[in-house]
């Protein structure tokens, strides 16, 4: 139980390690304060004087409040999140239109003004939105130097005709944000002060929300919250202009290992992302940190061995495989040759044995050490039985040296050993002969490259010195000059 303990104990501490390691990333200057509150403040951003890249990058972070709560800039707009990625949560107001009995106009009626001139209002993320049966509303900002306006209409007679997830213009409606606009107002208005639907839909509401925050209500045609969540674009500016990934300009906000990108909605200025390989905060000196994509959570693309790099990594093959050892490459293979001894290494030894007392030897003296087949006159009268003969043959004589030419030899030998025809299928003793042959040439190495074809002929093919057969005998004995092993074969020389 101890024991166990111990381990399970010391996982916990080798996970919780390994968590930190991940989120151990700078992502402030030293001396600067990363946190206001439950929400982080990654630099550029920063909350006391010189902690931010400029004065569009300051926060306000309010202690009186418990926790302490973070504004942009000195305005009351609540931050909720920030990311290195170019993305501001924050919390902002809706517009509303409200009346009274008798059409008057309630005084809790309010026109908005969100004039952001440094930050664009998120085109993927928010919906500009409209509540109310007797509603418009106007959204009107800047795409650049241009003036733009839009807008959308809600009618219903009823609470009943509206559905709740719905805003196709019933109660409800949603249009778009245009990419890079900014510096916006809005207004909620009335066709007819709701004058026919004042019994359920007092007012008319109107506002910038972020899409995964919103989900349509019957309940909101009577009312509200005043603060829904908007989320912002900010970009660096006069800081040097982003051009193919980098600035020459001394104030370049973008340090080591990260390079510049400028955004697609054509919003001027640029942010920074760290290079490929590397990750942190690119906006700090040394933020953006070497990935060990071979130790890291996110899986890496090799199929085998991953070996680390500064700012990348490289894959190969285990000893016995081949290829560039990529998922998306050619993998790993194993090898042709490894492949033939470990399938014959568990063949040979359970059943090459058995199977050659069984059909072609009689009385057999046998190791996997190199040995020399001798046979009778007769032709092969069951090839398949001698298949055993060349697998022990390619096993002990050729695989293990890796000598790809013999292969090929005794492959030949096999191939035509098992010929249809009987007349077309070689002798014993030619069979003995040729695998003679293939030994001698592996002991004598040199004759590849020192003798003539007809000089390597009469090397393999006189055995008259080493075998004595037996005239017109079909039983024959042959001794090996290597190893002196004597085996004997049947009469009928299968």
Request: contains cysteine.
């Amino acid at each position: 139980m101890g024991v166990s303990y111990q381990l399970m104990l010391l996982q916990m501490l080798l996970t919780v390690a390994a968590t930190a390691a991940l989120v151990s990333h700078r992502i402030a200057e030293t001396v600067c304060e990363d946190r206001c509150g439950d929400v982080e403040i990654p630099y550029p951003f920063g909350t006391t004087t010189g902690c931010s890249l400029d004065d569009n990058f300051f926060i306000t972070c309010k202690k009186s409040s418990n926790p302490p709560q973070p504004f942009l800039w000195k305005t009351n707009i609540l931050v909720t999140n920030i990311t290195i990625d170019g993305r501001l949560h924050v919390m902002s107001t809706a517009g509303r239109d409200c009346y009274l009995e008798g059409g008057e106009s309630d005084p809790i009626s309010t026109r908005r003004v969100f004039s952001l001139s440094e930050f664009t209002i998120s085109s993927t993320e928010n919906m500009f939105t409209v509540i109310g049966c007797d509603s418009y509303a106007y959204i009107k900002g800047y795409i650049g130097h241009q003036r733009y306006t839009s807008g959308c209409m809600s009618f219903c007679n009823k609470i009943h005709d509206v559905e709740n997830g719905t805003c196709a213009g019933t109660g409800c409606c949603q249009i778009e944000i245009p990419k890079g606009l900014k510096q916006i107002n809005y207004s909620a208005r009335s066709f007819d002060k709701h004058k026919s639907v004042l019994e359920f839909n007092p007012c008319n509401f109107a506002f910038v929300v972020e899409k995964t925050k919103f989900n349509f209500s019957s309940s909101y045609i009577w009312n509200i919250t005043e603060k829904v969540h908007t989320v912002l674009d900010w970009t660096v500016t006069d800081h040097g202009k982003c051009e193919n990934g980098s600035s020459s300009s001394m104030n370049y906000a973008c340090k080591e290992n990260a390079k510049c990108i400028v955004p697609e909605d054509g919003s001027p200025g640029y942010r920074c992302e760290c290079q490929p390989g590397y990750r942190g905060n690119p906006y700090l000196a040394n933020g953006c940190e070497d990935i060990d994509e071979c130790k890291d959570s996110s899986p890496h693309n090799c199929t085998h061995k991953c070996e680390n790099k500064v700012g990348n990594y490289t894959c190969s093959c285990r000893k016995g495989y081949h290829g560039d050892g990529r998922k998306d490459g050619t993998s790993c293979t194993l090898d042709q040759f490894l492949v033939i001894k470990i399938a014959l290494g568990e063949y040979i030894h359970s059943f090459f044995t058995v199977y050659l007392r069984r059909n072609c030897f009689v009385n057999m003296r046998f190791n996997f050490g190199p040995v020399l087949l001798l046979f009778g006159l007769r032709r092969v009268q069951r090839p398949e039985n001698c298949v055993g003969i060349f697998f022990a043959v390619l096993l002990n004589h050729i695989v293990n040296d890796g000598n790809e030419e013999q292969l090929k030899e005794v492959a030949e030998l096999a191939k035509i050993c098992l010929n249809v025809k009987g007349e077309e299928r070689p002798t014993m003793r030619e069979v003995a002969m040729e695998l003679d042959g293939l030994r001698m040439m592996h002991k004598h190495s040199w004759v590849n490259a020192e003798l003539n074809p007809e000089e390597t002929g009469r090397l393999l093919y006189d055995n008259s010195d080493v075998y004595k057969y037996g005239g017109g005998s079909n039983t024959t004995a042959g001794y090996d000059s290597l190893k002196d092993h004597v085996l004997e074969v049947l009469d009928d020389g299968r």
